[in-house]
């Protein structure tokens, strides 16, 4: 009997956590494919060029950002329709402006690249972020009561769709310009499916009140925006500018292969930590026990992932898209580190998200650009990708100090639970970069030993992270909350 209570209290969250792994994962594994199809079938300066031009949508869309998919999840009752017609008018006028500066400034930016010769390409890309403006943000207000089909249906469709146009145009045209055409027809699809998907009907208009309300929770998101865009897009910019649009080509790819996975993780986690924190903030007890969770839960993705990619990454860049892409040790290492710090800080963004704290979010964001800064000035004394990995590991560590002090302030009660964390993985994944960083080109009994060895932490963040459900769900049903 008690075999199956357990299987029917689980079901509807196994339920739940299918639909939402489906969006970020499928659209992952498309442009993972994309990309792999795109360096065995384009010369490196063209895939550059590519690469280029998805920087320039994704860096102009980042630093525009005012969270509206956000501030329309965490609004409810009779204001939810308001607020979700306010956010449609905003995101149209952002539309806008984002297409207008990027076709004015299509030459510069082209310049910026080192390919002036191609601003027409950029010209062209100006006029997505438009398309894009005329989502239905009614697909995230659902996921307030646990319902992630629509927005899975409208990524995981339109995903698809960009990926067979490019493995379709791969031998017509094969230069740079089969990444538009196949960006084109993924936005496209998505807008047309959020619209049909959304059991909400697109309403586009806006009190001042309630447009003010709306920016007063997303303006402070521009900044975190713009901390986002260097953390994801300025070190390919530098590298592009000073090291050339061939190494941005290889740079992008192995980073891109290591980092690319953490954005569907945070998705899918992120997403049911957002309706988890959500419910949760009536009752402190409720939301430390819930947050305590989801701190641990992270810290468990952020190693498991670190190791994997310390393990494999050297492996698997050139096996997936050619020898061309070969992985230096020392990256291999910065990456490992990096690639942990961006994972690690996802319960912190969704504590900070769900209780409005956006501009102690922007903060901690922005510190990033430490890094940036610093790898702009280490790339030029060091012409070299390491410089600029390095840098970005700088930015990294500063804003990881900045984040738990966002915490801290937001949270009081949950300082013993972060530094247990952060003192635990830290140690974790330092240990294991010295291991990595001693031993160049390990043979694979080598490589088996060291995964051996990562099943210890591994073990006791699972059992942290199993201990502190328990605690939750004590808190959940009224009994006392025990100490964790």
């Not at 869309?61 to 409810?76: F, P």
């Not at 954005?263 to 939301?287: H, Y």
């Not at 990294?396 to 013993?416: E, M, N, P, Q, Y």
Request: hydrophobic fraction near 55%; proline fraction near 5%; glycine fraction near 6%.
């Amino acid at each position: 009997m008690r075999v199956m209570t357990f299987r029917f209290k689980l079901a509807p969250w196994t339920g739940r956590l299918s639909l939402a792994v489906v969006a970020p994962l499928v659209g992952f594994s498309c442009r993972f494919l994309r990309t792999i199809v795109l360096s065995h079938f384009l010369a490196p300066g063209e895939l550059g060029v590519a690469i280029a031009i998805t920087v320039v949508i994704a860096t102009s869309e980042l630093i525009s950002e005012v969270g509206l998919n956000h501030v329309v999840l965490v609004r409810s009752g009779p204001e939810a329709r308001q607020f979700l017609a306010a956010a449609h008018v905003l995101q149209l006028m952002r539309g806008i402006t984002i297409s207008t500066i990027l076709a004015l400034l299509c030459v510069p930016i082209s310049s910026l690249f080192g390919i002036p010769q191609l601003w027409k390409s950029f010209l062209v890309a100006a006029l997505i972020p438009l398309i894009r403006s005329f989502y239905h943000l009614g697909v995230h207000q659902v996921q307030r009561e646990y319902d992630y089909r629509p927005y899975a249906l409208s990524i995981g469709i339109s995903s698809l769709a960009a990926l067979c146009v490019a493995l379709l145009l791969v031998l017509w045209i094969p230069d740079h310009r089969i990444i538009l055409v196949s960006l084109a027809c993924e936005t496209f699809l998505l807008v047309t499916l959020s619209r049909w998907l959304s059991p909400i009907r697109y309403e586009c208009r806006a009190a001042a009140s309630t447009a003010r309300e709306v920016l007063r929770y997303g303006l402070p998101l521009t900044a975190n925006g713009l901390a986002l865009a260097l953390i994801s897009q300025a070190d390919r910019i530098l590298v592009a500018g000073t090291l050339g649009i061939e190494t941005l080509a290889v740079y992008a790819v192995v980073v891109g292969l290591a980092q690319t996975p953490i954005s569907p993780v945070f998705e899918i986690f992120g997403t049911l930590g957002m309706s988890m924190m959500v419910r949760s903030k009536a009752s402190p007890d409720k939301q430390l026990a819930s947050f305590a969770w989801l701190m641990w839960l992270f810290s468990l993705l952020a190693f498991t992932y670190a190791a994997f990619v310390g393990l494999t990454l050297d492996l698997l860049a050139p096996l997936i898209y050619g020898p061309h892409y070969a992985v230096p040790q020392t990256w291999r290492v910065f990456i490992t580190l990096t690639v942990f710090l961006a994972t690690y800080r996802g319960a912190h963004t969704v504590l900070l998200l769900t209780q409005g704290h956006t501009g102690k979010l922007a903060i901690a964001n922005a510190t990033v650009g430490l890094g940036v800064l610093a790898a702009a000035l280490a790339v030029r004394v060091y012409p070299v990708p390491e410089a600029i990995l390095a840098g970005k590991l700088f930015g990294d560590t500063i804003s990881i100090a900045v984040f738990h002090w966002a915490v801290f302030s937001s949270l009081k009660s949950s300082w013993r639970t972060v530094l247990q964390c952060l003192m635990f993985s830290l140690c974790s994944v330092g240990l294991f970069s010295i291991m990595i960083s001693s031993l160049p080109n390990p043979a694979w009994s080598t490589r088996i030993s060291l995964s051996a060895v990562c099943l210890v932490p591994l073990s006791l963040l699972l059992w942290r992270v199993y201990s502190s459900w328990k605690i939750r769900k004590l808190a959940f049903s009224g009994e006392a909350l025990a100490a964790g």
